[in-house]
Structures are given as structure tokens and as C-alpha cells.
């Protein structure tokens, strides 16, 4: 069955560094997604990404906050300088065109711990 | 008020029981309402969407929403130990919008 695939499953980084977070979304898939879940809180959207370019964001996607498709199957969130509230697991979902686009498929997440 | 709540639980019912997860929401906006089931440090894993008000069933689950109370059910029959996660209600505008998610509520089913 396909998946989303993320990597590293867990990053550990120092304050003010960068980080690259990766997905590979489901082959046949047109719509990417970022979401985040710090320990203990809920679910929270942070990008959306179709044909491109970022189709809706949310206030905590600031400017410290990129995403990319550099090739024709990955999907990555860059984070420029790391702040201690930024640790959380990060996940990447994906969804089809047409009719199946609300039905968003998870990866199991890359688990971020900002020292 | 917040956007999607439900109660964080833990639910703790036996095997064979009929489970029943509940989640309200303020956004009348709202067209598209999914359940996730979500493991230990794992993603969310789409169990049921439905659009609009009505029901829907798929094997031992029964999704229901009730949009004049802004209510959302799922409903688990036979529960099994394997059920043990964490339950998400989400909730989207239009498809491929953000999801709005409630901060789930915690299932154990003991054998």
C-alpha cells in the first residue's frame, strides 16, 4: 500500500540552526501538506502546497518557514533559524486530485528536538 | 470558543464493547468531517471522512454527524484491544483546505 514516507524520523539540533525536514509524498498524489504536534496539544496546520506553490498558511508559518519540491518526489520544510518552541513532531501528508483531495494521508513524522 | 473539541479521555471500555467517541464543533462553515486514529508517536490515519450530515459505516465503524448541533460520532462495534490510540475528529471548509483537528480523545480497550 503506498505511504508517506519522512525522514530523519528524529532530528536533534541547536537553537538558531537550520533544519530540512523531507517527505516523499504518495507517487500520484497533487496536494502536499505540512502539519505539526507539539507533545501533549493538538494537530495544527502549518502549509499547504499545490501545482507549485503554497496554496493556504497558517500564522505560525512565518518567514523562518519554507517549503520546497525540488524534484519531482520530494516534498521538504526548511526551518532557517530554530527557536526552543519549535520542537514538535512535524508531519507531511499528501492527497489526490479531483474528489479524493480531502482524504490526507500522514506519514509517521519527524520527531524535532530543539536544544 | 474553540474551533473543534472533544473530551481527551482516556476511555477505558473491554473487548467486545461498543464504543462511542464524540466531537463538537463552533464553525458552521464546515462541510467535510473526518475521524483519524492515531498511535503512539505515530501519524494520524484516516479511518472515516464523510460530507455533510448523515451517516456512514465501514466494517465496525460508524461515522455520524449532525450538522444543526454541529456533532460529530464515531461509532466502534466489537472493540478490540488493537482499537487501543488516540481518536482525532478533523474537519475542512472545502476539499483540500487545512484541517482543523480536536485534540482527540484517548481509547483503551482491554481484553
Known amino acids: 500500500e503506498p505511504e508517506v514516507t519522512q525522514t530523519p524520523s528524529h532530528q536533534v539540533t541547536q537553537m538558531g540552526q537550520e533544519v530540512i525536514l523531507r517527505c516523499v509524498p504518495i507517487s500520484n498524489h497533487l496536494y502536499f501538506y505540512w502539519y505539526r504536534q507539539i507533545l501533549g496539544q493538538k494537530v495544527e496546520f502549518l502549509v499547504s502546497?499545490?501545482?507549485?506553490?503554497?496554496?493556504?498558511k497558517s500564522e505560525i508559518f512565518d518567514d523562518q518557514f519554507s517549503v520546497e519540491r525540488p524534484d519531482g518526489s520530494n516534498f521538504t520544510l526548511k526551518i532557517r533559524s530554530t527557536k526552543l518552541e519549535d520542537s514538535a513532531m512535524y508531519f507531511c501528508?499528501?492527497?489526490?486530485?479531483?474528489?479524493?483531495?480531502?482524504?490526507?494521508?500522514f506519514g509517521s513524522g519527524t520527531q524535532l528536538s530543539v536544544l | 470558543q474553540k474551533e473543534v473539541e472533544q473530551d481527551p479521555g482516556p476511555l477505558s471500555v473491554p473487548e467486545g464493547a461498543i464504543v462511542s467517541l464524540n466531537c463538537t464543533y463552533s464553525?458552521?462553515?464546515?462541510?467535510?468531517f473526518m475521524w483519524y486514529r492515531q498511535y503512539s508517536r505515530k501519524g494520524p490515519e484516516l479511518l472515516m471522512y464523510t460530507y455533510s450530515s448523515g451517516n456512514k459505516e465501514d466494517g465496525r465503524f460508524t461515522a455520524q454527524v449532525d450538522k444543526s448541533s454541529k456533532y460529530i460520532s464515531l461509532f466502534i462495534r466489537d472493540s478490540q484491544p488493537s482499537d487501543s490510540a488516540t481518536y482525532l475528529c478533523?474537519?475542512?471548509?472545502?476539499?483540500?483546505?487545512?484541517?482543523?483537528f480536536g485534540g482527540g480523545t484517548r481509547l483503551m480497550v482491554k481484553p
Open positions: 478533523a474537519q475542512t471548509f472545502n476539499a483540500g483546505n487545512m484541517l482543523t
Open positions: 501528508a499528501s492527497s489526490g486530485a479531483g474528489s479524493t483531495n480531502e482524504k490526507l494521508f
Open positions: 502546497f499545490y501545482n507549485n506553490e503554497i496554496s493556504e
Open positions: 464553525n458552521s462553515a464546515f462541510q467535510y
